[in-house]
């Protein structure tokens, strides 16, 4: 009806729930093109070890070229995807490109993260999938980690623990992405077998800034230690939350600081000008005790 007598005679919040239904629809539609057209890509972030220096592993992080409109940002489109359901297509898509990408990594001892969002975990299929994707691209299971979010474990407790379970039985890791962001997290460190915990990068932001946000980071870092769960920091970007975080005993770090996501050979190129010898890289080095 709006077709046939103009828009401007109905309510403000016609015109704008449409433009809004438009736009999904339209990304809607551009993200299934891009599965056909093969429009997307994955970037890698690393992440670094406050123990030893070193790298260690990088996460997985999709992106989307658009022929016409450039980059996309996930943020923008995993919440269209996951709502549409083509983030299931989405998913297979980056957890079997990035082990197959991380299997061809000359250092065999990086580990690879994938993040698989709640939409698209399904008891019975996930685990699957997973046991899939480490058989089609021979990555050791142990170099695999799933990134979940609190998200998931809000329903349907059960059947997700047991794949969560049977995940890890088969030796890949599980880590909670985002930590500190949901709604009781705490609770669910003691009832889902976590083997890292990454603290949300809102956390890292004001560390040194608020002597709250030191106090809740510096738990969360203790909390790992006594339960034996990874701490990793997201969103580092200076060096005064690397020293905060490494005298809290925190042992991972990612972060613009270290490099943004990108392709691993750009990263390569990176770490030999930092060092020719080493991969421990220039924020870290500076401060080797
Ligand atoms: P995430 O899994 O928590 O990923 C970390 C996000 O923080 C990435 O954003 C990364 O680029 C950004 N980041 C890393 N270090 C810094 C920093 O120092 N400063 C700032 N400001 N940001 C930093 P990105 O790549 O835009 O991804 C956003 C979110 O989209 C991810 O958050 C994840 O929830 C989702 N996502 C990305 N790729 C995938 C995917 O393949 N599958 C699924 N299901 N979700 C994905
Ligand atoms: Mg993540
Ligand atoms: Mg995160
Ligand atoms: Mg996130």
């Known amino acids: 009806r709006a077709k046939l007598s103009g828009r401007s005679q109905f309510a403000w919040y016609t015109a704008e729930m449409d433009s809004d239904a438009q736009k999904r629809k339209e990304i809607e539609d551009g993200l299934t093109k891009a599965l056909r057209l093969d429009q997307f890509e994955v970037l890698f972030q690393p992440q670094y070890s406050l123990i ?29 995807a996951e709502e549409s359901g083509l983030i299931e297509a989405i ?72 794949t969560l379970n049977h995940i890890r039985s088969m030796g890949v890791s599980i880590a909670m992405d985002d930590f500190g962001t949901g709604y009781s997290s705490l609770s669910y460190l003691s009832r889902f077998p976590f083997d890292k915990i990454k603290i949300d990068r809102s956390f890292i932001k004001n560390l040194g800034k608020d002597t709250g946000t030191d106090a809740i980071v510096t738990s969360i870092i203790g909390l790992g230690r006594s339960l034996d769960v990874t701490i990793t920091a997201e969103g580092v970007e200076n060096q005064e ?24 050979k750009a990263h390569e190129t990176h770490r030999a000008r930092w060092s020719e010898t080493s991969s421990i890289p220039a924020p870290l080095k500076r401060m080797e005790v």
């Open 52 to 80: 030893d220096n070193k790298l260690k592993a990088y996460e997985s992080l999709i992106r989307w070229e658009h022929p016409t409109k450039g980059q996309i940002s996930p943020e923008l489109f995993i919440p269209v």
């Open 91 to 162: 998913g297979d898509w980056v957890l079997f490109h990035a082990c197959k990408e991380a299997a061809q990594w000359e250092d065999e001892s990086l580990r690879v993260a994938v993040n698989v969002s709640a939409a698209q975990f399904s008891p019975g299929i996930t685990e699957l999938k997973v046991a899939q994707a480490l058989q089609e691209s021979g990555l050791h299971p142990s170099r695999l980690e799933i990134e979940i979010t609190e998200s998931l474990l809000i329903a349907n407790t059960d059947a997700v623990v047991e």
């Open 241 to 264: 939350q690397v020293t905060l975080l490494r005298a809290a005993g925190c042992t991972l770090v990612q972060g613009y600081l270290f490099g943004r996501p990108d392709t691993v």
